[in-house]
């Protein structure tokens, strides 16, 4: 099926940097979710966005729903040990008649203490 | 946020048999979803699920395969048929609340078919 694309695949950090990542899409979206999966759990839903140019912040996480509508964006501000995880983007276009998201390729990330 | 839970949280099952994955809720919901995942990947969505309607399924995947139940606004079931090595795989349930547009996810189903 259809997926977003998220880069980086993949980043290995020291503790305490900040960190960006970001999806991209060829559709135009009206909802944007990003979540973080550790393994063996599902994923947990981190920020909503719901209007382009929105920026909306979750503690040291930051996300802005791009303006084109085609992306989103994600940063993490001092990140911690804790903060190791696989990280999804997903959007949904309503407009379309349906209610289903389409998910990112995941950006996963691993901090060093 | 809605509390999801799944039953079994893991199972090896035999090439041809069924399993039956459930996803309660703790709230009233009205669209549920089914996703599966590869260890590592992301979400493909199987179906979703509304109660009093057939479920929705997306391309690549029928109801002979992976039949649904939606008997009420808090309860969902996935089966798995005639299992293949394949079909090894993180099934994941998901609820929609009210108009939010947030979906919240179960903490998945680990199957390994042998």
């Known amino acids: 099926g259809q997926q977003l694309n998220q880069s980086p695949q993949s980043m290995f950090i020291q503790e305490g940097e900040d960190v960006s990542m970001n999806c991209t899409s060829s559709s135009i979206f009206n909802t944007w979710l990003w979540y973080k999966q550790e393994p063996g759990e599902g994923p947990v839903l981190l920020i909503a966005l719901y209007k382009a140019g929105e920026l909306t912040s979750n503690g040291r996480l930051t996300a802005q729903f791009g303006i084109t509508r085609k992306d989103s964006f994600l940063n993490i501000s001092a990140s911690i040990p804790s903060d190791v995880g696989i990280y999804f983007c997903?959007?949904?276009?309503?407009?379309?008649?349906?209610?289903?998201?389409?998910f990112g390729t995941g950006t996963r990330l691993k901090v060093l203490a | 946020s809605a509390v999801i839970s799944q039953k079994p949280s893991r199972d090896i099952c035999q090439r041809g048999t069924s399993l039956t994955i459930q996803c309660q809720v703790d709230s009233q919901v009205t669209m549920m979803f089914w996703y599966r995942q590869q260890p590592g990947q992301s979400l493909t969505l199987i179906a979703t699920?509304?109660?009093?309607?057939?479920?929705?399924?997306e391309s690549g995947f029928v109801i002979d395969k992976f039949p649904i139940s939606r008997p009420n606004l808090t309860f969902s079931t996935l089966t798995v048929s005639n299992m293949s090595p394949e079909d090894s795989s993180i099934y994941l349930c998901?609820?929609?609340?009210?108009?939010?547009?947030?979906?919240?996810f179960g903490p998945g189903t680990r199957l390994t078919v042998t």
């Open positions: 997903a959007g949904q276009n309503t407009t379309s008649g349906t209610y289903k998201y389409i």
């Open positions: 699920a509304n109660q009093g309607s057939e479920a929705t399924y």
């Open positions: 998901s609820v929609e609340q009210g108009w939010s547009y947030e979906q919240y």
